[in-house]
């Protein structure tokens, strides 16, 4: 039988500490909002990626989910083309 370990969230069981968890999460959460304005607008690919200053490629990473792919700083650089401030707050542990 082998051990399982738990983990609270899946951010948590991918990364190596709690630091680069709280990075994956916060950047997921981002990536989701911004997703969900480009759906909701109902934008192609290529019109996102021109209101968002970047190219189709990178609007197809944003909307596969592929995190690994984006730094906080360039979701908030797409948020902001978007007109849209991103905004962030501390919780406690």
């Known amino acids: ?7 609270a969230t899946v951010w948590d069981a991918i990364a ?7 990075n994956l999460r916060a950047r997921a959460e981002l990536m989701q909002q911004i997703v969900a304005i ?4 109902g934008w192609k690919q290529s019109e996102a990626a021109e209101r968002c ?9 944003l909307l596969r989910g592929r995190v690994s792919c984006f730094s906080l700083d360039a979701l908030v650089n ?6 849209r401030r991103a905004h ?5 542990a």
């Open 38 to 41: 480009i759906g909701a607008s």
């Open 53 to 61: 200053v970047v190219t189709q490629p990178r609007i197809n990473d």
């Open 88 to 92: 962030l707050a501390l919780d406690t």
């Open 16 to 22: 190596y500490t709690p630091e680069q968890a709280a």
């Open 78 to 83: 797409i948020a902001t083309a978007l007109g």
């Open 1 to 7: 039988m082998s051990n399982h370990e738990t983990y």
